[in-house]
């Protein structure tokens, strides 16, 4: 299974690129963070035309996730289920060959001082006890998506300069490893160590051209998948050239469960 994630910031601003990149690519299962529709805006018709069947969970010019998959998806759920006031659109899970794929938009929290920072910190708290609820540590999992958090200072282009800020802060970082403490391995440190390489780069400047980033767009596994991983990627490119998104594609290559 060639499984990839990837925040497109907006699937109708990205549309054409996102295509061309699937023609070439041709993952598997891709999940989306950050559609930026409602359900009915969801380009469903041509996934479909391309072999691809679709899991939204939509949300109008915010949030937004989705599972595209060439094979069954099975058991699609939507949202923590553990409170009926929170419509934002931030988890849908699937099963699919076999493996439960989690794919999440988590807040971003602004900064430290404003009220979204403890909520994010507590929707960690809520990450886990959903995956406690629904999944077991020897059981396939595969939880990916924007993350908004970097795991620790190799994650970092300039560590010093990011110091206690969003995405850096030991308190985000704590709240990550808790949900990591469930059985998870990182994908791509499973294959790169301590590669110094970066996911997101801000608009803003020439972040991208200067290489000054975060990796927040992250793909963990359970033992049964880390056996069956052969390779997690960056794909670099796709964050090149007009009208990219500032996030770029993670590409893991997971065996046949069954092989």
């Known amino acids: 299974m060639k499984l990839a994630t990837w925040n497109v910031n907006s699937i109708r601003a990205r549309n054409t690129?996102?295509?061309?990149?699937?023609?070439?690519?041709a993952p598997d299962v891709l999940c989306l963070q950050e559609t930026k529709v409602e359900d009915e805006g969801f380009p469903a018709a041509a996934f479909e035309k391309a072999g691809y069947a679709v899991a939204t969970f939509g949300q109008?010019?915010?949030?937004?996730?989705?599972?595209?998959?060439?094979?069954?998806?099975?058991?699609?759920?939507?949202g923590f289920g553990d409170d009926p006031n929170d419509t934002d659109?931030?988890?849908?899970?699937?099963?699919?060959?076999?493996?439960?794929?989690?794919?999440?938009?988590?807040?971003?929290?602004?900064?430290?001082t404003s009220d979204k920072y403890p909520y994010k910190l507590a929707w960690f708290g809520r990450l886990r006890a959903y995956l406690d609820r629904t999944v077991k540590?020897?059981?396939?999992?595969?939880?990916?998506?924007?993350m908004n958090v970097t795991p620790d200072d190799r994650d970092v282009w300039a560590p010093e300069k990011w110091k206690d800020q969003?995405?850096?802060?030991?308190?985000?970082?704590?709240?990550?490893?808790?949900?990591?403490?469930?059985?998870?391995?990182?994908?791509?440190?499973?294959?790169h160590g301590d590669a110094k390489l970066y996911s997101w780069w801000d608009y803003r400047g020439v972040s991208f051209f200067k290489d000054q980033g975060l990796r927040i767009d992250l793909m963990y596994g359970t033992q049964p998948v880390v056996a069956r991983c052969t390779?997690?990627?960056?794909?670099?490119?796709?964050?090149?050239?007009?009208?990219a998104s500032d996030h770029a594609p993670v590409i893991a290559q997971i065996a046949d469960l069954a092989g």
Do not use: M
Not at 17 to 25: G, N, P, T, V
Not at 62 to 78: E, Q
Not at 137 to 146: I, Q
């Open 17 to 25: 690129r996102l295509f061309a990149w699937l023609e070439k690519e």
């Open 60 to 78: 109008r010019s915010y949030n937004g996730v989705a599972i595209a998959s060439r094979l069954p998806l099975a058991d699609v759920a939507r």
């Open 89 to 112: 659109a931030r988890v849908i899970a699937a099963t699919v060959g076999g493996i439960r794929v989690v794919c999440l938009y988590v807040p971003n929290g602004q900064e430290l």
């Open 137 to 146: 540590p020897t059981d396939p999992v595969v939880v990916l998506g924007d």
């Open 166 to 191: 969003i995405h850096c802060s030991p308190p985000e970082r704590a709240a990550l490893a808790g949900v990591v403490q469930f059985g998870l391995v990182d994908l791509f440190r499973h294959h």
């Open 231 to 243: 390779s997690c990627v960056i794909d670099r490119s796709a964050r090149k050239g007009q009208d």
